[in-house]
C-alpha cells in the first residue's frame, strides 16, 4: 500500500469534483475525502456536475454512477469531449459488468465501490497522481523541445529534407542567408540549388556518412547564395531514425562563420576541403613580449621575414608549397596528402618540419641593424579536426612550456572534457539552487572499544535522477568555478548541526586553501559561537596544499579554534604533500593515515614499514592516530597490532545520513 502522507501531500493541492446524490453516502465519503483534499466541489446530479467542472480548474473527478437528470457515465463522455486528460475515478454501489464495460470504453482512471474502502481508494488515487504527475512531466517536456526549437530557430539555420532529398521545412534564417524564400525551397530537390562549391568528394563523404553510416556529419563548408555571393557555414546533419533505426528525414544546423573566417579562409578551405589534410601551425616564441618591446610595426616585420625565411629552409621536396602568415606571430603549413602522386610518409615529413625548427634556431632574423632569434614551437596534426587539433596543440606547449608536439586527438579531448566540465557544473547549479548539497557521515571506529567515536563529514550531491554523486565527480571542478564556496558553506553548516544529532565527535574536512580565504574562516567562526558548548567535539581534518601562500595565516586560524576545544587532524598524512616537518607549525592533535598506505597494508611491506614509522612517531609526541580505507578483517587487525587509535572504513560502516548511523 502506498504511504498514506506522502499521497497526502499531492492530493491536499488538487481540486477535486465530486458527485453525489445520495446524502448518506455523500457525508460518509465526505469524511474520507476531506482528509485528502483541502478543496472539494460538490455536485448533486451529474448535469450539476457538468456545469461545475466547466466553471471551475478540476485536478480530479470522483463521481457516483447512478443520478438523476443525467448519470454518472453520461457525465464522464461530455467531460471526456471537453477535457480527455481529466482523471475520473467512478464511485458506485453496483457492480454490474456493463457499468465496467463502459467506464473502460470511456477511459476512467479507477472504480470504487460502496461503501469505500480506506486501502482501496488510497490505491487508486496514488495512481491518478501518478498519472497527474507524467502529464505535468510531458507538458513540461514539450515546452522544453518548442523553447529548443525556438532559440535553435532565432540563433541558427535550419533545413529538413526528406529521403526522397525534397526540402520540408527551412527556417528565417536559412533564407536570410541563402536568398531564397521559403515558396522557393520547400517542395523542391535539395541539390537543385548549387550552394555547394567544396569538391564533391566532400559531398560523396557528407552522404556516406548521413545516409549509409546513419551518423552525425559535422565540418565547415563553403556555400554561394542566390546572389552568387560566398559564405561559409559550419554545419552539421544529423540523420532522423525510427524506433526500427529506419531514416526519417535529414535535419541541418548551419551556423555562418563567413565574418571570423576570411582572414584564414585561404588555409580553412585546403584544410576542410581535404580528403586526408596535414596541419602545421607554427608560433614566434616569446612574440607576446616581442609585439611589446618593439612596437607593432617592427613585430609585424618580423613576421613578414620570419616567413620567408621559414619558405627558404623549407627542402625542395617539401611537400609544403606555401607559408600562411595568421596573426599574433602564427603562421601555418597546410596540404592535402590525398592530391599528391606518391605515398607521403608522414614521419619523414615531420622529422623534415622537425629539422626546420632546428636550423630557425640556430638563425638569427636580421633587419634595420636589428637582430632577433628565430625560434618557434611547432604543433603538427593530421587527418580529421587536424586544423583545430593544432590549435590546441600550441596552447598545450604554450603551457607546458615545450617546443614540439603532434597534437592529433587534442581538440576532441579538450571539447569532451569542456562539455564535462559544463555539464558538471550545471549539475552543481542546480543541486544548490534545490538544496540537495547533503552531507554523509562515515563512523571512525575506536580500536580499543570497538565501539563508534566519530564520524566525518563527507559531502555529496543529489543530482536529477536522485542518484548521490560523491564529490570525487565535481568537487575539482566545482572549485575553478564560483560555486565551491557555497558548497563548503553548507558543509560546514551541515556538520555543525549534526553536533544536535550525535553526541560523538564531528570531523571536518577543510583544506589549506580554505583556510587562506577569510569568508571561509568567517563562517567557521560563526558557527563554533553558535554551537559554542560543543565544539570541542568539532575535529578538522586539515588537507595540506603546495599552492598555500600564508602559513601565517594556517597558523593562526589553526591556534584560535583550538581555544575553543576544537582538535586538529592533519589529513592523508604519508602521502602527498604532508610531511613531519610540517607538523611543529601545526601542532595536530590527530595523524590520519593516508589510504593508500593503509589499504595495501596486508601484503606491501614499504606500506608497512610507513605505517609502523608514523605510529611510532605518534606515540612518542603524544598524537593520536586514525587509518581510513580499512576494508576488512585482517587490515584492522594488523593495525591494533600496530597500534593504532582509531579506524575507518567500509568494514565499520558506509558513509550515510546521521540518522542513519545513529
Known amino acids: 500500500m502506498p504511504n498514506i502522507d506522502d499521497v497526502i501531500s499531492y492530493s491536499s493541492k488538487l481540486n477535486l469534483l465530486y458527485v ?42 470522483i463521481t457516483d454512477i447512478n443520478m438523476p437528470k443525467m448519470n454518472g457515465l453520461e457525465m464522464i463522455s461530455k467531460i471526456k469531449k471537453l477535457d480527455n486528460s481529466v482523471p475520473i475515478l467512478v464511485l458506485s454501489a453496483y457492480s454490474d459488468a456493463g457499468y465496467f464495460m463502459e467506464s473502460i470504453r470511456l477511459g476512467v482512471d479507477g472504480y470504487l465501490l460502496k461503501p469505500i474502502e480506506l486501502d482501496q481508494f488510497v490505491n487508486a488515487l496514488d495512481n491518478v497522481i501518478a498519472k497527474i504527475k507524467l502529464s505535468i512531466k510531458t507538458k513540461r517536456s514539450e515546452s522544453l523541445l518548442h523553447q529548443y526549437k525556438e532559440i535553435t530557430d532565432k540563433s541558427s539555420n535550419v533545413s529538413i529534407i526528406d529521403t526522397n532529398g525534397i526540402i520540408t521545412y527551412v527556417n528565417d534564417e536559412f533564407c536570410k542567408l541563402s536568398g531564397y524564400t521559403k515558396d522557393e525551397l520547400i517542395g523542391h530537390e535539395y541539390s537543385s540549388f548549387q550552394g555547394y562549391v567544396q569538391p564533391k568528394s566532400i559531398s560523396d563523404d557528407i552522404w556516406d556518412t548521413i545516409k549509409n553510416k546513419k551518423q552525425i556529419w559535422q565540418g565547415v ?68 613580449n616581442l609585439s611589446v618591446f618593439y612596437g607593432s610595426k617592427i613585430s609585424q616585420k618580423i613576421q613578414e621575414i620570419f616567413a620567408k625565411n621559414l619558405e627558404k629552409m623549407l627542402p625542395k621536396h617539401c611537400i ?25 610518409d608522414i614521419d619523414e615529413v615531420v622529422k623534415e618540419l622537425k629539422n626546420v ?26 587527418g580529421d579536426n587536424c586544423l583545430e587539433n593544432a590549435r590546441f596543440g600550441l596552447q598545450s606547449l604554450s603551457h607546458e612550456k615545450q617546443n614540439f608536439t603532434i597534437a592529433n586527438g587534442m581538440a576532441q579531448k579538450e571539447q569532451i572534457q569542456a562539455e564535462l566540465n559544463m555539464k558538471t557544473l550545471q549539475m552543481v547549479k542546480k543541486a544548490l539552487e534545490e538544496y540537495k548539497i547533503i552531507s554523509y557521515f562515515q563512523p571512525i571506529i575506536n580500536n580499543n572499544t570497538n565501539e563508534v567515536d566519530k564520524y566525518e563529514s563527507l559531502v555529496r550531491l543529489i543530482n536529477e535522477n536522485n542518484e548521490i554523486i560523491s564529490p570525487y565527480f565535481f568537487l575539482d571542478i566545482a572549485k575553478k568555478g564560483k560555486y565551491y564556496a557555497d558548497i563548503t558553506k553548507i558543509v560546514l553548516k551541515n556538520s555543525f548541526d549534526a553536533l544536535e544529532k550525535t553526541t560523538k565527535d564531528i570531523t571536518i574536512n577543510i583544506s589549506a586553501l580554505d583556510i587562506e580565504k577569510d569568508t571561509t574562516r568567517k563562517i567557521f567562526f560563526k558557527f563554533l559561537n553558535k554551537y559554542k558548548d560543543d565544539a570541542s567535539r568539532i575535529v578538522i581534518e586539515l588537507l595540506e596544499d603546495e599552492s598555500v601562500k600564508d602559513f601565517a595565516v594556517i597558523k593562526t586560524f589553526i ?5 575553543y576545544g576544537v582538535k586538529i ?14 607538523l611543529l607549525d601545526y601542532q595536530p592533535d590527530i595523524l590520519k593515515i593516508d589510504g593508500c598506505l593503509i589499504k595495501n597494508i596486508e601484503n606491501d611491506t614499504f606500506s608497512l614499514s610507513v605505517v609502523k614509522t608514523i605510529v611510532s612517531f605518534a606515540k ?21 597490532d600496530l597500534g593504532i587509535d582509531y579506524s575507518q572504513g567500509y568494514y565499520f560502516g558506509a558513509p550515510g545520513t546521521i540518522e542513519s548511523q545513529e
Do not use: W
Open 569 to 582: 587532524a592533519i589529513d592523508d598524512f604519508g602521502a602527498g604533500y604532508s610531511n613531519f616537518e610540517r
Open 620 to 640: 612518542e609526541q603524544n598524537i593520536q592516530t586514525v587509518a581510513e580505507f580499512v576494508e576488512n578483517e585482517n587490515i584492522f587487525n594488523i593495525l591494533k
Open 559 to 563: 591556534n584560535d579554534v583550538k581555544k
Open 357 to 382: 625548427q632546428k636550423l630557425m634556431r640556430e638563425e638569427k632574423l636580421v633587419f634595420d641593424n636589428f637582430e632577433y632569434d628565430a625560434s618557434f614551437v611547432l604543433s603538427i596534426a593530421y
Open 320 to 344: 609544403f608549397d606555401k607559408v600562411f602568415i595568421l596573426e599574433d606571430g602564427q603562421f601555418a603549413l597546410a596540404k592535402d596528402l590525398h592530391n599528391n602522386d606518391t605515398q607521403v
Open 20 to 61: 453525489e446524490d445520495h446524502k448518506d453516502a455523500r457525508d460518509s465519503s465526505l469524511n474520507i475525502f476531506e482528509e485528502f483534499f483541502d478543496n472539494i466541489i460538490i455536485a448533486f446530479n451529474g448535469e450539476e456536475g457538468l456545469e461545475k467542472f466547466s466553471q471551475n480548474k478540476i485536478d480530479i473527478i
Open 221 to 288: 563548408v563553403k556555400n554561394v547564395n542566390k546572389n552568387d555571393e560566398v559564405y561559409y557555414v559550419d554545419m552539421t546533419i544529423k540523420p532522423i531514425l525510427d524506433i526500427d533505426g529506419n531514416i526519417i528525414e535529414y535535419i541541418a544546423i548551419r551556423n555562418d562563420i563567413t565574418n571570423i573566417m576570411n582572414h584564414k579562409k585561404i588555409l580553412s578551405d585546403i584544410v576542410e576541403c581535404s580528403i586526408k589534410p596535414i596541419v602545421a601551425l607554427i608560433m614566434i616564441e616569446d612574440y607576446d
